[in-house]
């Protein structure tokens, strides 16, 4: 059996989710009241009927959900036919050193690497929905319109 070349591999796979959790907040009628900020995010505020609130301020954002995938490959090649062939065609390939050592290639490598990283950004909305009573909010007493 004759060994000429070797293959080395190696892969390294990540993944990487951050997924917010919605909340959600329903009833007929719906009273939000705060003495400071009302913040909310990724919420739901579902209303049969009629949706109140007042607060010195008043945040109702979306979230981010991401999902980053990472991967790297490596490949090594490490050829012995190439050069083996080569000093046996012309040994006068041998380099003779200066301290009376002689020294030759053995081997020749090739190293392929190869990385890759995508990242998913999706949004999740927050969502207020009243019915016939619609939605009254006031914030630093001016009210939402």
């Known amino acids: 059996m004759e060994l000429d ?10 993944q990487n989710q951050k997924n917010a959790v919605n909340s959600t907040l ?16 990724g919420v739901n505020i579902q209303a049969d009927n009629s949706i ?10 979306n979230v981010n959900n991401t999902d980053t995938h990472y991967s790297k490959h490596k490949k090594v090649k490490v050829s012995l036919a ?39 950004t999706t949004v999740q909305l927050s969502n207020i929905d009243a019915g016939a009573g619609g939605i009254s909010l006031t914030a630093n007493d001016k009210p939402f319109k």
Do not use: C, M, W
């Open 5 to 14: 070349t070797l293959h080395l591999y190696r892969r390294l796979r990540r």
């Open 26 to 41: 329903s009833g007929n009628n719906i009273t939000l009241n705060a003495n400071n900020n009302i913040n909310a995010a």
């Open 52 to 61: 109140s609130g007042t607060a010195k301020d008043i945040n109702i954002q």
């Open 82 to 120: 190439d050069v083996l062939g080569t000093i046996a065609k012309n040994p006068l390939l041998l380099k003779k050193e200066s301290d009376g050592k002689v020294s030759f290639t053995l081997a020749t490598a090739t190293i392929d690497k190869e990385a890759e990283r995508s990242t998913k």
